[in-house]
C-alpha cells in the first residue's frame, strides 16, 4: 500500500491540537460547572453565543463552496465538505431548539436580538468569523486543515469536558449528540490532508493555517468564558502589518 | 385532535418541514437530540390540522404520517389544502 503524502503531516496537526484542547479559556466554564456555579441565565448566555457562531458558518461556508471549483477537487472532498454543511447545520438547528425548549426566548426572532444572539462586528465572535471566511481564497486542503485539525479539534476537547460535568439531562445531550459528527469533521480533515496535501510549501501553509485560526477561536473562546462567567474581557492586540502599494 | 409524525423510513431530513415550521413560529419540528439527529415533530406544539404547512413542503411520499389514521399526509390530500393556513400566527 502506497503511503499516502500528507499522513505525517495530519498527524502532527492532530497531535498538537489535541495537546491544547484541554487547556482553552472554556475549562474556566467547565469547572463552574462541577462547582455548581453554572445557572439558568449562563446557559443562555453559553448557548446563544454559540447559536450565533454556528449560523455565521453559513457566511463562512457559502464563501468557501464558491472557491471549491477552482481547484478542482475530487468528488469526494466536494461530499465531505458538503456533509460538514449539512452537520454544522444541523447544530444551529440545535441551539436554536434547545432556547426555544427551555423557554429562553419566545421565538427565533427574538433571539436574534437578544445580546445573547446578536451579531457584534466589534466583538472576537465576529474576528473569528471574518478571519474564517478570508480562507475562501486559499486553497480548500489548507482551510480544512487549519478548521478541522485546529479549532474543530479544540472544540471537541472543551465540549466532552463540558458535556461530562453537565448535570442537565438536555443540556448534556445537545452536545453529546454532535460528537460522532465533530469526530466524523475531523476525521474528514484527516483523510483530505493524508491525501492531498504533497508539497512542502502546503504543508507549511497548512501549519500556519491550523495556527491562525487556533489562535482566532481561542480569542473567540475567551470573549464566551467571560461572557458566561460575568468577567470582563481584556483584549489583546492582533498583530498586523502595514500594507505599502 | 389529530396529529402528526414522521416515518423515517420515507423522510429523506431534507428539513423543509423545520425550516417552514420555524419560519412560521410554531417551532414544533425539532431535531432529536441523538447522534443521528433525526428530525420528530412534537404534536404539543404542532397545530396540525389548523396548519398544514410542513405537508405543502414536504418532497417525499409518505414520511408525514397522521398518528391517529396512520395514513400518509404526504402528498397532502384535498382537505389539507383547503384547512391550509387557517390556524397560522396572525
Known sequence: MVDLPGKALAQELIAQSRAESRSTPMEAVIDAVRDGRFHDEHAFRLIGRLWTLERMFYYVYGGWGQGLELNDFPASVKYLFSRQIYDDSTHEMLYMDTILRQGWAPTQQDVFRHPNGRFVMDSALAYYVFSLRNFATYAHTIRIAALNLGAKILELGWMEGLAEALPDGELKGVFTSQFVENRSHVNMGRRIVEESVSRPIDAELCRWACAAVKADYTRFLQELSDLILDRKTVTTPVATAPVND | ?90
Open chain 2, 1 to 90: 385532535m389529530p396529529t402528526l409524525k414522521i416515518d423515517h423510513d420515507h423522510c429523506t431530513e431534507c428539513r423543509m418541514c423545520y425550516v417552514v415550521c420555524r419560519e412560521l413560529d410554531i417551532n414544533a419540528v425539532y431535531v432529536a437530540l441523538e447522534p443521528l439527529h433525526r428530525i420528530e415533530i412534537d404534536a404539543r406544539a404542532c397545530t396540525y390540522p389548523g396548519c398544514t404547512a410542513c405537508l405543502m413542503y414536504c418532497p417525499a411520499e409518505g414520511s408525514i404520517v397522521e398518528v391517529e389514521s396512520g395514513r400518509s399526509m404526504v402528498p397532502p390530500p384535498p382537505e389539507a389544502w383547503r384547512r391550509r393556513g387557517s390556524a397560522l400566527p396572525v
